[in-house]
């Protein structure tokens, strides 16, 4: 069994407008409700083995927020591949985890986030920030994750 927690990053702050795309901070909202998806996911008791992240700014910052309150310890893995990402690639990314890890956590943007929970699972919904979609795969590799052994298990968002 695999399972697969998709994330979309918490708001970030677009009102200095000299601010690269890629750098943009979270804004007190944003810092709040990644704190909440970490309390979340922690009562759900979702501890994963590895958390994969774009490497942007306020993604990375969400990352670091959920690790914090899941009690992650490991590295957060940060991935450019992930920022402005296409579906395939993000599919690409899921098939090529190491399959020691069972529970995995991806942080990353829109559209891709959107498309790849409707690939995994058949989520119809347009992600919004903070929002969780939890997956599980009834299968023991992750070459194997397809929408036909895909479970949607939780929706959420803050």
């Known amino acids: 069994m695999k399972k697969l927690v998709i994330i979309r990053h918490s708001k970030s702050d677009k009102s200095e407008n ?8 979270l804004n007190n909202k944003g810092l709040n409700d990644a704190k909440l998806i970490g309390e979340y996911l922690f009562e759900k008791m979702l501890k994963p083995d590895m ?6 700014l306020r ?5 670091e927020i959920i690790a914090k309150e899941v009690k992650y310890e490991k590295v957060i893995i940060p991935n450019q591949y992930i ?3 296409f579906v395939n ?5 899921v098939n090529f985890i190491h399959d020691e890890n069972n529970t995995v956590f991806l942080i990353g943007h829109n559209p891709g986030v959107s498309a790849l929970s409707y690939m995994m699972c058949g989520l119809k919904k347009s992600i919004p920030t ?4 939890e ?3 009834d299968c023991d590799s992750w070459m194997e994750v397809s929408r036909e052994n895909g ?5 959420s968002f803050k």
């Open 18 to 25: 000299s601010i690269d795309d890629y750098d943009r901070p």
């Open 51 to 56: 958390i994969l992240s774009s490497p942007s």
């Open 135 to 137: 997956i599980d795969f």
């Open 59 to 63: 993604t990375m910052t969400t990352a």
């Open 151 to 155: 479970t949607l298990i939780s929706y």
């Open 83 to 85: 920022y402005e990402a």
């Open 130 to 133: 903070s929002a969780v979609v």
């Open 89 to 93: 690639t993000l599919q690409d990314i």
